[in-house]
């Protein structure tokens, strides 16, 4: 209820058959092991009033598939995420200044990531064995932002898209974090999804308005569903823009759709569910 003001300590730890979890407002902090284990979690849903999520509080969330931190917090604390295997997409705000060591330790479904402006440290192993990654993007353009081993285990990386020059690259730290051959591009501009799809209920033949935003330069869009009872989604055709109008029937009960972002190099985001 909107009563509740924080999830305490080991709330509700290996709690397997929870499926999806939305927090009122009132809450405002998560605590350690709050959701360890939930392995049968898919969905969640944080409002910007959190403004803490202590160590391991979604760790081993292995059906967790996306997760928008809320701008509100400031520290991504240790094994936040450790082992959410099935973790395809993860949004890190702006409000960000510091990535904890191992906080995404074993996200091996992760296949992109965007360490904002914003972060000032980037601590050791905070990316470990994350071997489905492939580009990276770091927007942050401080001097000795990453500890060593950030993206150890990391090998699938092929491109790096950074937002400082040459000389700035190899000030950050970042540069002695992959040595096995990637491409590393320079000066490149922001590339991010600033502003998630929202879940929500709606009377059948009521319209309803889909939106995501995202920075970036050439940017490309291409929304995505999946209807209740299916296993496997499908292209929504016509649907390339960043907002979309529909009048959803009766076969949308239970629907999920993301949006897959792309920019004019290649890079690529996927939305929240």
């Given at each position: 209820?909107?009563?509740?003001t924080?999830?305490?300590?080991?709330?509700?730890?290996?709690?397997?058959?929870?499926?999806?979890?939305?927090?009122?407002k009132?809450?405002?902090?998560?605590?350690?092991?709050?959701?360890?284990?939930?392995?049968?979690?898919?969905?969640?849903?944080?409002?910007?009033?959190?403004?803490?999520?202590?160590?391991?509080?979604?760790?081993?969330?292995?059906?967790?598939?996306?997760?928008?931190?809320?701008?509100?917090?400031?520290?991504?604390?240790?094994?936040?995420?450790?082992?959410?295997?099935?973790?395809?997409?993860?949004?890190?705000?702006?409000?960000?200044?510091?990535?904890?060591?191992?906080?995404f330790?074993?996200?091996?479904?992760?296949?992109?990531?965007?360490?904002?402006?914003?972060?000032?440290?980037?601590?050791?192993?905070?990316?470990?064995?994350?071997?489905?990654?492939?580009?990276?993007?770091?927007?942050?353009?401080?001097?000795?932002?990453?500890?060593?081993?950030?993206?150890?285990?990391?090998?699938?990386?092929t491109?790096?898209?950074?937002?400082?020059?040459?000389?700035?690259?190899?000030?950050?730290?970042?540069?002695?974090?992959?040595?096995?051959?990637?491409?590393?591009?320079?000066?490149?501009?922001?590339f991010?999804?600033?502003?998630?799809?929202?879940?929500?209920?709606?009377?059948?033949?009521?319209?309803?308005?889909?939106?995501?935003?995202?920075?970036?330069?050439?940017?490309?869009?291409?929304?995505?569903?999946?209807?209740?009872?299916?296993?496997?989604?499908?292209?929504?055709?016509?649907?390339?823009?960043?907002?979309?109008?529909?009048?959803?029937?009766?076969?949308?009960?239970?629907i999920?759709?993301?949006?897959?972002?792309?920019?004019?190099?290649?890079?690529?985001?996927?939305?929240?569910?």
């Amino acid at each position: 209820p909107n009563s509740v003001t924080g999830i305490g300590r080991y709330a509700f730890q290996n709690c397997t058959g929870l499926k999806s979890l939305s927090l009122p407002k009132s809450v405002t902090g998560i605590g350690e092991y709050a959701f360890e284990g939930c392995a049968g979690l898919q969905t969640v849903s944080l409002p910007n009033s959190v403004t803490n999520m202590d160590m391991c509080a979604f760790s081993g969330c292995v059906g967790l598939k996306s997760l928008a931190i809320p701008n509100s917090v400031t520290v991504i604390d240790r094994y936040l995420l450790e082992d959410c295997t099935g973790l395809t997409s993860v949004s890190i705000p702006n409000s960000v200044t510091k990535i904890s060591g191992n906080a995404f330790i074993n996200c091996k479904g992760l296949t992109s990531v965007t360490i904002p402006s914003s972060v000032t440290v980037v601590e050791s192993q905070a990316f470990l064995y994350c071997s489905g990654l492939k580009t990276v993007t770091i927007l942050t353009k401080r001097a000795s932002v990453a500890e060593e081993y950030v993206f150890e285990g990391c090998t699938a990386v092929t491109d790096v898209y950074y937002a400082g020059s040459q000389s700035e690259w190899l000030a950050s730290g970042f540069d002695k974090e992959f040595d096995y051959p990637v491409r590393i591009h320079y000066n490149c501009a922001d590339f991010a999804i600033t502003a998630q799809p929202k879940s929500r209920s709606i009377a059948i033949g009521k319209s309803l308005t889909l939106s995501v935003k995202a920075i970036g330069s050439g940017l490309k869009y291409q929304w995505y569903f999946k209807k209740s009872g299916q296993t496997s989604w499908s292209v929504w055709n016509n649907r390339t823009h960043a907002s979309e109008t529909v009048t959803p029937n009766a076969t949308w009960d239970g629907i999920q759709l993301y949006c897959v972002v792309k920019d004019d190099v290649g890079r690529a985001a996927k939305s929240s569910t």
